[in-house]
């Protein structure tokens, strides 16, 4: 990679995106053997900068780089200058003035990690933007499945609902399709995006069609927050058509594990019965490798390794 930011999956090739995987392996491991605890980056400083909410992705990468014996900072918009009518650049040039070691960045806006990285001195880390890029997400997603399977490619991934307005959905196109995994969308008109941003994404309007032989189920949220009104006729009839139920989920393998990156709507997008399945949902698990991934990519962007 020519930076040492981690803007998008698509800056990264299959061989970077797979030795993140591998660190982050190794760090899962660690991490279930016991409260594993390093000095590898011991003096630094992180700052977190999250312009919109979120519960798992703040809190891991906040564990993940105390694990790894850096500092962090947590910067919200709510309580800064910002309401006093600083703009953007003159609070990433103030945070910046006071030189922390790397800054995440989560933001409604779409060009706004990379701008922020044109102001920034260290490594700027995208925790999610607009409908464009979770990195992270991804990743953790993709350690998920190689610890449940053993491997990405040739496994067949459905990815389920709001594509259109979902940063995680296209992360995750982008990912699998580099790492050899073949993808299935799964949405009504409404939506799906007018194009997908890998090559050999296959789109379908029925759950029956597109799960058929698929070895992963990723359900999302409707995102509501970035949709017109109007684009879901009920969260009801979205359920009865979209939402993963038991009697759905036998249209993949038998096999099959179901994964969300939450936040769930349960009876919406997917049945609770089968989001607290034991046996085929990996929804915990994902938050579980949400720490040892963010700890590999901010241990290598850090370190200069990526
Ligand atoms: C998502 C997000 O914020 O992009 N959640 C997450 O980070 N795990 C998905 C969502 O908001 O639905």
């Known amino acids: 990679m020519n930076t040492h930011n981690l803007i998008g999956i698509e800056d990264l090739s299959a061989s970077e995106i797979n030795k993140i995987l591998n660190l982050a392996d190794t760090y899962a491991n660690k991490l279930k053997s016991g409260n594993f605890k390093s000095d590898r980056l011991k003096g630094k400083v992180i700052f977190t900068l999250f312009f919109e909410d979120s519960t798992r992705t703040r809190t891991s990468f906040e564990l993940a780089a105390k694990r790894l014996g850096a500092d962090v900072v947590d910067w919200a918009p709510e309580r800064s200058s910002l309401s006093k009518g600083e703009t953007l650049s003159d609070t990433i040039m103030t945070l910046n003035a006071m030189g922390p070691d790397a800054i995440v960045v989560r933001h409604k806006e779409y060009n706004a990690p990379r701008f922020i990285a044109g102001l920034a001195d260290c490594p700027v880390i995208n925790a999610g933007d607009s409908y464009r890029e979770h ?75 597109g799960l058929a032989g698929c070895d992963v189920v990723m359900m999302l949220r409707n995102q509501k927050e970035r949709m017109a009104s109007g684009l879901v006729e009920s969260d009801d009839a979205f359920f009865r058509d979209y939402g993963l139920t038991y009697e759905k989920l036998a249209f993949a393998k038998p096999s099959a594990a179901v994964m969300h990156p939450g936040p769930m709507n349960r009876g919406v997008e997917i049945d609770g019965d089968v989001a607290d399945d034991k046996e085929r949902s990996l929804i915990l698990e994902q938050v579980r490798n949400g720490v040892p991934t963010r700890m590999a990519v901010m241990d290598l962007l850090l370190k200069g390794k990526l």
């Open 135 to 209: 990195p992270t997400q991804a990743l953790l997603d993709a350690l998920t499945m190689r610890r449940r399977f053993g491997k990405i490619a040739g496994l067949r991934v459905a990815i389920c609902g709001d594509i259109a307005h979902s940063r995680v959905a296209n992360s995750n196109m982008i990912l699998l399709s580099k790492l050899g995994a073949e993808v299935h969308v799964i949405a009504p008109a409404a939506l799906k995006p007018e194009k997908f941003p890998a090559p050999g994404v296959k789109a379908f309007d029925s759950m029956k069609e």
